[in-house]
């Protein structure tokens, strides 16, 4: 079975610029999970998809950030326009049914250097 | 609110040494999931366990066993014997809010 597929691995962009993450979940999960890792930090959830619908966008800078799910497979996360702060490792995750006890598979993230 | 505390921020320890790797949570949910993952050098996280709230039971899979104690809200990790493949960034989550730990970078030294 095919784990989660994140492109591109790594991104060097200057402040000010737009730059997006490509994630493909796991055959069959119906809920895929963006995660911000800030260097030497635990990962941090900024959304959440059920299918194509958001389930938990309550950390994700909605000024500059925006995700979309469209055909609830694969997802693509943008950063417009892209801060110092936001240089981290984002990574994709999936799981069967976004329940609690669902287990989250994760992808080997996208680590952004915002210049 | 939902948090999680790996106060270890680094361990190291010589192969073959036993080490146990801290978590303590904090919730006001009364049915909640807690979870290890472990994330090598390659920064992929792997699934280690889960364990849910209701079931205190002590787990024991190979060198790894798991330390379950809702009296003090901690889901400890023992890795027996450790070998120099051990060797990574350790996380505990608690779910259903999807909160991780900081981390404990655990590094075994041949």
Redesign the interface.
Known sequence: EAGVAQSPRYKIIEKRQSVAFWCNPISGHATL?WYQQIL??????LI?FQNNGVV?DSQLPKDRFSAERLKGVDSTLKIQPAKLEDSA?Y?C?SSVNGR??D???????T?LTVL | AQKVTQAQTEISVVEKEDVTLDCVYETRDTTYYLFWYKQPPSGELVFLIRRNSFDEQNEISGRYSWNFQKSTSSFNFTITASQVVDSAVYFCALSPRKVFGKGTRLSVIA
């Open positions: 999970y030497g930090q635990g990962p941090k959830l959440q938990d490792v990574l995750a609690s006890r287990t989250q598979y994760f992808g080997p993230g680590r």
